[in-house]
């Protein structure tokens, strides 16, 4: 173990370097061995929400101190990377104490109220998060001599991992670890309910500890020294009064649209982007449309041309798997997916939301259509589950409501590439020597130029715009 | 007179003080441990652990030799030489006594006989036969430990009225033997008379005996105990005792009737007080709870920020190995290390006939606070070697989580089950899953291969039972 200490010390001075405050000592342990508080009262903490999406900043509380709540009933509004998700409860009882109140920060993990006479539940919780637990942000452990457990709810999370440490779980059990390795987390302040085990039954080793604390390192010399909230990105900008030329107002950004233009800027600035432009004519899609539109409507289902365009863009990805994979980075491999899943963006009024479409090679185009209006509506009113946003093979999307022709989307990864389409526009086309109107939709793909070669890519679009120019009747009925 | 100077002094030389004393001693401290009485070791050693562990020893053989005449092999009736017992007893407990006193002054650890008084949160008061001295300290750990309570209604000063302290001393073998308190004082103090040839009656107030074991555990120790006690009486209570003559006269009150009876000895083992009293805690900031224990926080610290207090004294379970643990953590709090004691799990051992042992979760435990769990069980039938040595009258179980499978409780009740417990420790504190336990080769024939078994009944594959088959 003295080799093993040297190297945590090292590594612990390093953390520090990195302005990462480990409080050594005053850590406040309480097991749950006794005491009648732990057995009855039980904490619901924030769960893991989904992938990257570990924080986020309370928008509404739907419970108060005395309410009584049955578990999956949703608790609070959360606004994080992607969306704005209700939280369910993972318990049943009266809530004695909420620990939240809107415009906090959460992360997974932290105690969001207590509940007392309940059942079921905040072990599964705390579990949950120990089994799949995604590495998180640096924990910093409170000296209970300056915050005690009472004064959690006011320690507000910076957002870099202000949070407090459940180093206690209520009526759960402490991480599977040998004593050793409880001990050593102790010792750096590490709470182990954050480190996922790899071992049998989800336990600990020093292997676990070790890639938890080196995220936690790489963390510190990335995002730390540009946080993402409140200080704007990149290089230190000086600050311009813009109040010298004229009147202004300023209003924050909002945690959706922080984390669009962090994501706007990864992407971009990672993939080496290349954009094909193409045009279909979609003359017979749009008769097609308007023969079966009233049919669609009896069906409760709007026939869009986003229907369309998934099923187009389905038949391409069969025919071109490459534009349907991922590029896995750490493993050096291209990642092929079975299944179609299309992500479509939503303009909303907080921004840029992309819910996801499963399995679009199973479904029919009247199921598509449903489907995709009670998505958009989801979006629109910020209803949108974490799991409606994740799991995409692909992007659409799909400007021509609104207007202009061809534009340069951005990859969303991990996907590899997306497809932009303009309004559709009648103009004169050649056709058999004929100049004719022709209704033609702009297209646009993008695509990362690391996986996808360009002639790829224009055998892919060939065979878009072939898509879309061979809808017939069948597809419809 | 000058004080004496020192870093640390510790009051009470039980498990945890002396435990506290060596350790801060072998960290570099100078260290003063004070003690009211003549031998080291506290009520584990003297009055408690030890003695009744060298008694059921003894007395086992009684037994033993009785239930051998099934297996062909009888003996006369033992005679029992009490004096002679008595006498080997103390050897036992003068060895152990001086074994401490060797190690202390080996390492240095200064020992004051007498009895400690906090003057102020730096100085202790000793006093002894041969007069006071004064002690400064610059850290204080409190190891006083506790006593047997004895509520005032049978405080007749009737010797015959014993706790477990003069109990272990056997003056003599009554003939009627009542026990108050069907707890493990109780049930293992009655093992060691019935032994001897008392008629014993246990009295507990509860519905059961052994409380805080799993029912299913505790039951074997009451199948056992039909056959060698007089009678258990459950929900039962003791109102009143009066002096008669040589024999104590008791009124009760057992399935709604009133009862009067005269036995010849009682033991009441009806709980311990902390010895917190009389140590001039007044005279410094400690906090003590309701029941006069000592308020401490996790690294051991009352709120008195020079001392600290371990044991019985704090409360919690009052068993010698959590003393011994609480005296690390205080003296690592002492020494500035991070540590705070990270046990998960403390187990708990009884040593009645059969013995009955648990740790981590409880199945009753899991119930209550409704943490979803499978039990897995073994009874020892399975067992080559319990049948070999003609006691299957054991269990042995694993509170296990159903979606990690991870151990979080093990119970076991049989034949040296104190023994077989560490294992279940370690599973629990390794954060072993059934899978490990039931994938470690376990020597056969030993009982411990039934924790082995046990897990694999979890899984519907135990070779010597027929466990249902866990669809997968």
Redesign the interface.
């Known amino acids: 173990m003295d080799g093993a200490y040297e190297t945590f010390e090292k590594i612990r001075q390093s953390l520090e370097k990195f302005h990462l405050v480990l409080r ?2 005053g ?5 749950c ?2 005491g009648a508080n732990s ?2 009262d039980m904490d619901v903490k924030l769960p893991k929400l989904g992938e990257g999406a570990d924080s986020g900043s309370v928008v509404t509380v739907f419970v108060k101190e005395g309410d009584s709540i049955r578990k999956d009933q949703p608790i609070l509004e959360l606004e994080n990377e992607k969306a704005v998700a209700s939280v369910p409860s993972t318990a049943d009882g009266i809530v004695s104490k909420l620990f939240v109140k809107p415009g906090d920060k959460l992360s997974v993990g932290q105690r969001i109220l207590s509940v007392s006479g ?3 539940g905040a ?2 919780a705390t ?1 949950s998060n120990r ?1 799949d637990g995604e590495i998180s942000n640096v924990v910093v452990q409170s000296n209970p001599e300056e915050h005690d457990r009472e004064d959690e709810p006011d320690v507000a999370d910076d957002g870099e991992g202000g949070r407090k440490p459940e180093t206690s779980q209520a ?9 050793t390795i ?2 050593l987390a ?2 750096l302040g590490i709470d182990l309910a954050r480190v996922r ?1 790899s ?6 080793v020093m292997a676990d500890l070790k890639r938890y604390i080196q995220n936690l390192q790489s963390r510190g010399r990335g995002e730390k020294s540009a946080p993402p909230s409140e200080i704007p990105s990149g290089p230190v900008s000086n600050r311009i009064d813009f109040s010298k030329w004229g009147p202004i107002s300023a209003k924050p950004l909002s945690s959706l649209r922080q984390v669009i233009s962090r994501r706007m800027t990864e992407n971009w600035t990672t993939i080496p982007h290349v954009t094909q432009y193409d045009e279909a004519d979609i003359s017979a899609l749009l008769e097609l449309r308007k023969k079966y539109a009233p049919a669609f409507n009896e069906n409760g289902a709007r026939l869009t041309l986003t229907s369309f365009a998934l099923k187009a863009v389905c038949s391409a990805l069969r025919a071109h798997p490459i534009f349907n994979a991922s590029l896995d980075e750490s493993s050096n491999q291209i990642v092929f997916k079975d299944y179609y899943h299309i992500g479509i963006a939503v303009d909303t009024d907080a921004g840029l939301l992309v819910p996801v479409i499963r399995n679009v090679d199973q479904k029919s185009i009247l199921d598509l259509s449903k489907e995709l209006e009670s998505l958009a509506a989801k979006a629109r009113d910020r209803k949108v589950s974490l799991d409606d946003l994740q799991g995409g093979t692909f992007t659409i999307s799909n400007q021509g409501g609104i207007g202009g022709a061809q534009f340069t989307p951005i990859v969303n990864k991990p996907e590899v590439a997306i497809l932009g389409l303009g309004r559709g526009l009648l103009k004169p086309v050649v056709k058999d020597s004929q100049i004719v109107q022709r209704t033609m939709l702009p297209i646009a793909v993008s695509y990362d130029h690391r996986v996808i070669d360009g002639g790829t890519a224009a055998r892919f679009v060939v065979g878009l715009v072939e898509a879309f120019e061979s809808f017939r009747d069948k597809d419809l009925a | 007179m000058e004080p004496i100077q020192t870093e640390i002094v510790v009051v009470g030389a039980g498990p945890g003080g002396y435990a506290a004393a060596f350790y801060a001693a072998d960290q570099g401290k100078k260290v003063i441990l004070v003690e009211k009485e003549k031998r080291l070791g506290g009520v584990c050693l003297n009055r408690g652990c030890i003695p009744s562990k060298a008694l059921l020893h003894a007395t086992h053989f009684i037994t033993a030799a009785r239930e051998s005449a099934e297996r062909g092999i009888s003996f006369e009736s033992p005679k029992v030489d009490l004096a002679k017992l008595r006498v080997w007893k103390e050897s036992v407990l003068q060895k152990l006594g001086q074994g401490i006193g060797f190690l202390a002054q080996k390492r240095g650890v200064e020992v004051l006989n007498g009895r400690g008084y906090f003057e102020d949160s730096k100085t202790l008061r000793v006093e002894s036969d041969q007069g006071q001295k004064f002690v400064n300290f610059e850290h204080a750990i409190v190891a006083t430990g506790s006593k047997s309570a004895l509520p005032k209604a049978f405080d007749l000063g009737n010797p015959r009225i014993m706790t477990s302290r003069e109990a272990l001393e056997i003056e003599e073998i009554p003939a009627k033997f009542l026990i108050v308190g069907g707890g493990y004082i109780g049930m293992e103090l009655g093992t060691v008379y019935a032994g001897l040839g008392s008629q014993v009656v246990v009295v507990e107030a509860l519905d059961t005996i052994l409380a805080g074991a799993d029912p299913d555990l505790a039951r074997l120790v009451m199948v056992r105990a039909k056959k060698t006690f007089s009678e258990v009486r459950l929900g039962s209570k003791v109102l009143k005792m009066a002096t008669s003559g040589k024999q104590i006269r008791v009124e009760s009150e057992f399935e709604g009737k009133a009862k009067e009876e005269t036995y010849d000895r009682v033991l009441v083992a009806v709980g311990r007080i902390p010895n917190c009293d009389d140590l001039g805690i007044e005279n410094t900031k400690i906090v003590r709870d309701d029941k006069g224990f000592i308020t401490v926080d ?1 690294k051991q610290r009352t709120a008195d920020p020079s001392i600290f207090a371990i044991g019985d004294a704090v409360g ?2 009052l068993l010698a190995h959590k003393a011994a643990r609480e005296a690390r953590t205080a003296v690592d709090g002492i020494l ?1 290390a ?3 004691s ?5 187990p708990a051992v009884v040593f009645t006939d059969p013995e009955v042992a648990w740790c981590g ?1 409880t199945e009753v435990e899991a119930r ?5 769990v499978e039990i897995a069980k073994f009874p020892w039938s399975g067992s080559g070697r319990a049948l070999s040595f003609d006691r299957i009258d054991g269990l042995t179980k694993l509170v296990i ?1 159903p ?4 151990i ?1 409780g093990v119970g076991i009740a049989g034949v040296g089950a104190g023994e077989l417990i560490a294992e279940g420790v370690l599973a629990i ?5 059934a ?2 336990l039931a994938l470690t080769v376990h020597p056969h024939p030993t009982l411990s291969e039934t924790l082995m078994e046990c897990a694999e009944v979890f899984y519907g594959h135990s070779t010597h039972t027929l466990a249902k088959k866990k669809p997968v």
């Open positions: 050594l000592g850590q406040c342990v309480q097991f061995l006794c057995m009855f309940g059942a079921e072990t599964d579990r089994m009526s759960g059990t402490v991480p599977a670890a040998a004593p409880r001990k102790l010792d085990g071992e049998r039954g989800g336990r600990i | 996790a919690g379970v500035g991070t540590d705070v990270l046990p998960i799990t403390i979760l209550q606070r409704n943490v979803p989580d979606q990690t499978e991870r979080l504190e390794m954060g072993a899953t899978k490990d």
